[in-house]
């Protein structure tokens, strides 16, 4: 190489190094602002699943409560009921029109 071409690649590469550094911190910034909002989507998708279960525990403390205060009693009906469905069955008795509408309306 001649000295007239180094002189040409002198200004080129010293002002190549700053676009690079830019370049490089945007590319460092983008990476940052991405993990964040990775990072929030998450921490917003953990905090619906939190309401959801805490929702559902919920429901489940309240079935609990009702299969324990009155377990005896609800199983006693429904196997009041299952004897008078097995009555019904073996009598071949039609039940009422009212209550057939409202099974089929179910």
């Known amino acids: ?18 676009i690079v550094a830019i370049w490089t911190r945007h590319q460092r910034k983008m990476a940052e ?22 929702a559902l525990e919920d429901r489940v403390r309240v079935l609990e409560r009702i299969v324990t205060e ?8 429904i196997e009041a009921l299952r004897d008078q469905r097995r009555v019904d069955d073996t009598s071949g008795a039609q039940l009422d029109s009212s ?5 089929e309306a179910v």
């Not at 190489?1 to 180094?6: L, V």
């Not at 602002?33 to 805490?54: F, G, N, P, R």
């Not at 209550?99 to 099974?103: F, L, S, T, V």
């Open 1 to 18: 190489m001649d000295a007239g071409t180094i002189g040409v690649f002198i200004p080129i590469i010293a002002l190549s190094i700053p």
């Open 33 to 54: 602002l991405q993990v964040h909002t990775t990072a929030d989507a998450t921490a917003e998708k953990a905090a619906q699943y939190a309401s959801k279960v805490q």
């Open 70 to 77: 009155k377990g005896y009693d609800v199983a006693t009906q």
């Open 99 to 103: 209550h057939n509408r409202d099974k």
